[in-house]
């Protein structure tokens, strides 16, 4: 069984300053990671992605992630945040096995950004 | 191209009643996955269908029933309606395994 930990329910930080949302997943066998956005009565929107390769993943609106098999944490961080950068962000994971595409999310970091 | 459309937006039923939410995945997909989005967490996995096909199933009640059509659209059917099941029903496709899963917008039932 997987499971996916968001360490911050909650992240406030003000504009223009450095931000990073926290995952770790528990998995016993190798997965696939992905963050997810979403914003108020919205769907998710996929913000980056990590299959296979290097560690560093990056995705759209300058966020980054970053792999860790050792600590099995893949942290979302952003260098300058933009007051359009409030949402709720999910960290999901799903299984290598052939046949499964099943997604198990966290339970999502709500991140204010403050003017 | 259009994107996962989901009909209807929002609905509002009774309790014991029997609801049908219905998702039309992107052109080319032949993956479609149903997610229960409560407030305040996570999507929790339903059902996931793979050329009409059931590939996958959730923990959730048999109340709970899912199809896949030959066009790869799909329906969510849920009966004898509780107050717990209201949440936001999210809708996903995918061209395959380990692909990216497109979110439609979602179905937001109340049950009352």
């Known amino acids: 069984a997987q499971s996916v930990t968001q360490l911050d329910s909650q992240v406030p930080v003000f504009e223009e300053a450095p931000v990073e949302l926290r995952c770790n997943y528990s998995s016993s066998v190798s997965v696939y990671l992905f963050w997810y956005v979403q914003y108020p009565n919205q769907g998710l929107q996929l913000l980056l992605k990590?299959?296979?390769?290097?560690?560093l993943v990056k995705g759209i609106n300058g966020f980054e992630a970053e792999f860790n098999k050792s600590q099995t944490s893949f942290h979302l961080r952003k260098p300058s945040v933009h007051i359009s950068d409030t949402a709720e962000y999910f960290c999901?994971?799903?299984?290598?096995?052939?046949?499964?595409?099943?997604?198990?999310f966290g339970k999502g970091t709500k991140l204010s950004v403050i003017p | 191209d259009a994107g996962v459309t989901q009909s209807p937006t929002h609905l509002i039923k009774t309790r014991g009643q029997h609801v049908t939410l219905r998702c039309s995945p992107i052109s080319g997909h032949k993956s479609v996955s149903w997610y229960q989005q409560v407030l305040g967490q996570g999507p929790q996995f339903i059902f996931q269908?793979?050329?009409?096909?059931?590939?996958g199933r959730g923990n959730f009640p048999d109340r709970f029933s899912a199809r896949q059509f030959p066009n790869y659209s799909s329906e969510l059917n849920v009966n004898a309606l509780l107050l717990g099941d209201s949440a936001l029903y999210l809708c996903?496709?995918?061209?395959?395994?380990?692909?990216?899963?497109?979110f439609g917008q979602g179905t937001r039932l109340t049950v009352v």
């Open positions: 996903a496709s995918s061209l395959g395994q380990g692909r990216e899963a497109f």
């Open positions: 990590y299959l296979s390769g290097s560690t």
């Open positions: 269908y793979y050329e009409k096909e059931e590939r």
């Open positions: 999901a994971v799903s299984d290598r096995r052939a046949g499964s595409y099943q997604l198990t």
